[in-house]
């Protein structure tokens, strides 16, 4: 099973708005990363945890907050975001970070932010 | 330069034909070569990963890493429509670099 799923599927919010975008994998991975793909681009990534402690922000903008409960769950919290955030956001993790190990994403999170 | 340079198409062939996707990169750090597939509004979905230089076969998919000439291919045999979509080329270094660097992704159709 290489399943990572995503909930919602979709979201809309406000600018005032504050919302959350959730991630789980049961596969056992102890790496999990967030990305924000815009249309036609490839993915970016934003965050990566590594056995539950942030291990990369790409220099996120603080009105995304990740947050990871567990090794199976990984949350990105949304705060007075703009319209430019609208974007596919998708998550994915692979068995370790060090090198070797292939990720598995998601299907996505569609935000768009009015 | 692009670390990663991948022709964006769109690439549109007859089902049946062999399909050829390519991208080159820079960075000779790069060890790690994925291809992945992703469908309209969908994530993306692994379909090959290689470490070393030479072929790997899956199926109707063959991916082929040239590290002297920093150039990766991913072959589709015998194509069908269901393979309509974009083909993301993805790479990372062996530094410990938990950081994907992905191609722009070429948009494939397969006219049936």
């Known amino acids: 099973d290489t399943e990572v799923t995503q909930t919602p599927k979709h979201l809309v919010m406000g600018m005032t708005n504050k919302k959350s975008l959730k991630c789980e994998q049961h596969?056992?991975?102890?790496?999990m990363y967030w990305y924000k793909q815009k249309a036609k681009k490839p993915p970016e990534l934003m965050f990566v945890?590594?056995?539950?402690?942030?291990?990369i922000n790409e220099s996120v903008p603080s009105r995304f907050s990740p947050e990871c409960p567990n090794s199976s769950l990984l949350n990105l919290h949304l705060h007075a975001l703009q319209p430019e955030d609208s974007a596919l956001y998708l998550c994915?993790?692979?068995?370790?970070?060090?090198?070797?190990?292939?990720?598995?994403f998601g299907p996505g999170t569609r935000l768009t932010v009015t | 330069q692009k670390e990663v340079e991948q022709d964006p198409g769109p690439l549109s062939v007859p089902e049946g034909a062999i399909v050829s996707l390519n991208c080159t990169y820079s960075?000779?750090?790069?060890?790690?070569f994925m291809w992945y597939r992703q469908y309209s509004r969908k994530g993306p979905e692994l379909l090959m990963y290689?470490?070393?230089?030479g072929n790997k076969e899956d199926g109707r998919f063959t991916a082929q890493v040239d590290k002297s000439s920093k150039y990766i291919s991913l072959f589709i045999r015998d194509s069908q429509p269901s393979d309509s979509a974009t083909y993301l080329c993805?790479?990372?270094?062996?530094?410990?670099?938990?950081?994907?660097?992905f191609g722009t992704g070429t948009r494939l159709t397969i006219i049936p």
């Open positions: 994915a993790s692979s068995q370790e970070v060090r090198l070797g190990y292939e990720q598995y």
């Open positions: 290689t470490y070393s230089s």
């Open positions: 993805a790479m990372r270094t062996n530094f410990g670099n938990e950081k994907l660097t």
């Open positions: 596969m056992g991975h102890r790496a």
């Open positions: 945890y590594s056995y539950e402690k942030l291990s």
């Open positions: 960075n000779s750090a790069f060890q790690y």
